[in-house]
DNA sequence: CTCACTCCATACCAATTGGTATGTAACTTA
DNA sequence: TAAGTTACATACCAATTGGTATGGAGTGAG
């Protein structure tokens, strides 16, 4: 039945339906925190639902197991993150070089020292599952995947406006700048020092100032 | 009693020390693979003697409990490692920009499908336990700061000789060529690509040829 | 010969794991 | 009103986990 206009007004059936889309975020999220915390392996069903305050009926009415709660983190979550913070302002931008420095300040300013000591969720996440599971492995690298396509159009934008070098490889550099950003955050991640990420960070800015 | 050379012809008790010895060094290797192949938190004490074909008894003899086993894995084996690949051969050497590409190149051709998958080992443990176990943290962090040191080091005698440039800050560079590297194998973990493994290794080449 | 010590095997343990079966209150549909 | 569906809660399960207690074979010391 297609509810009309006068359904809004008290829909018993539309607010069941938002309270269990409620629900599940709920469970995502904490499932979220708890595998940035611990790692996938490591994250505990029961620890989960403590913080959520529900049970085990609700989690396994919404998902099918745990691993179905991992793809769902990394489809909806990181993929989130990655395209909000990331490839919508690439999509946008003029100048790709600015906004890869702005948004690596950006974020780097926005960091706790919870945050530098737990690292990045989707590298985390990469380098526990991916040779252990070829679908979280699939999903992550397509994250990735869109990552660095959206740094290297971004890039080839840029060359047309000439604020980009001619002679720039966007596609291997868009590789380098992703794997080095991630190698930054681990590395401030082991050494539990902002000025390590600060020195990393610095020195992508130089990488990519050469880029003009 | 200090052994004397005749004691050499069958010591019995030489002969045990020795065995032990073994033992242990059998159940480190096993503990190192399997942490290298499931994580540390995820490995199991019985898949662990399984392979070595062992029991609980040796295992609980040679090593305190399971985090035990995990900081020697760090200590012995991916310290021997670090040391070996990298830090003794840029002690030695005259060039050391040369000697970093050469180290990235020997490896990099070594490197089966099967390394790519599995990652590099300090980097798979750092990121998984170092927000979760400080004592895993500082080991790992140690094995970090003497390789950038190492880095460093040779980057500044290479400079006495002009084979580095003067306003070079090697400790930064250090920094960001340890973070490159593990971020380049953690991409190409999850790629499965060697091709991004190429990819990334050239973009180190050419940021380390900027040193000259 | 006896005692103690090393090195390792066997058997057992409580705790935790992911997963399932069943129950039930609320709501919709017929 | 009766039947069916959704959205959970509760109770239970086998399997696996890291860890321990005990036992025994081999060896050196006294």
């Known amino acids: 039945m297609k509810s009309a206009w006068w359904h809004a007004w008290r829909c018993n059936r539309c607010d069941t339906e938002r309270a269990s889309e409620?629900?599940?975020r709920t469970l995502l999220l904490a499932s979220f925190e708890e595998i940035h915390r611990c790692g996938?392996?490591?994250s505990s069903l029961q620890n989960i639902l403590k913080n959520t305050k529900l049970t085990k009926g609700a989690l396994y009415h919404?998902?099918?197991?745990?691993q179905d709660?991992?793809?769902?983190?990394?489809?909806e979550i990181l993929k989130d993150f990655i395209h909000e913070q990331w490839i919508k302002p690439l999509a946008q931008t003029n100048d790709p070089i600015q906004t890869l420095k702005e948004i690596m300040q950006y974020t780097g300013e926005q960091m706790t020292q919870e945050d530098i000591e737990l690292g990045c969720p989707l590298n985390n996440l990469s380098q526990e599952m991916s040779s252990i599971d070829d679908?979280?492995?699939h999903r992550i690298e397509?994250?990735?995947?869109?990552?660095?396509?959206?740094?290297?159009?971004?890039l080839e934008s840029g060359k047309a406006r000439q604020l980009v070098r001619e002679d720039v490889n966007t596609k291997q550099f868009a590789?380098?700048?992703v794997a080095t950003l991630e190698g930054c955050i681990g590395?401030?991640?082991?050494?539990?020092d902002m000025e390590i990420l600060q020195e990393c960070g610095m020195g992508l800015m130089d990488l990519l100032e050469t880029l003009r």
């Open 142 to 154: 397509g994250l990735y995947q869109d990552w660095r396509v959206a740094i290297a159009d971004a």
């Open 40 to 42: 996938f392996q490591a």
């Open 62 to 66: 919404h998902f099918r197991n745990k």
């Open 22 to 24: 409620e629900t599940r």
């Open 69 to 75: 709660i991992g793809y769902a983190v990394v489809d």
């Open 175 to 177: 590789i380098v700048f």
């Open 187 to 192: 590395m401030a991640k082991s050494s539990q």
């Open 135 to 137: 679908g979280f492995r």
